[in-house]
């Protein structure tokens, strides 16, 4: 079983940036898909980004529009989460998971993104 855990979470004012970073355990990692998804508080858990085994292939929620870049290391078993011009909205816990199939079978415990206003 996959170990994810995600790192880079803080408070930052609106406009701001952060980088979230997902580190997996095993080998294989570049095996799977890997995405960003996030919950903020009384609200479901919504998908935020995806990326392909290579890293060449990409989706984002309608939300992010632009503003969020997902990307991956494989070579550091590692997939990032680029967030620029942040808004109030943003605030959530993001979480990383893991693809297999058609389900995500194996998720982070998640990282605290506050933006204040």
């Known amino acids: 079983q996959v170990q994810l855990v995600e790192s880079g979470g803080g408070l930052v004012q609106a406009g701001g940036s952060l980088t979230l970073s997902c580190a997996a355990s095993g080998r294989t990692f570049s095996s799977y898909y890997m995405a960003w998804f996030r919950q903020a508080p009384g609200k479901d858990r919504e998908f935020v980004a995806s990326?392909?085994?290579?890293?060449?292939?990409?989706s984002y929620a309608d939300f992010v529009k632009g503003r969020f870049t997902i990307s991956r290391d494989n070579a550091k078993n590692t997939v990032y989460l680029r967030l620029n011009s942040l808004k109030p909205e943003d605030t959530a816990v993001y979480y990383c998971?893991?693809?297999?199939?058609?389900?995500?079978?194996?998720w982070g415990q998640g990282t605290q993104v506050t933006v204040s206003s």
């Open positions: 998971a893991r693809r297999n199939g058609p389900q995500y079978d194996s």
């Open positions: 990326v392909s085994w290579s890293g060449g292939s990409t």
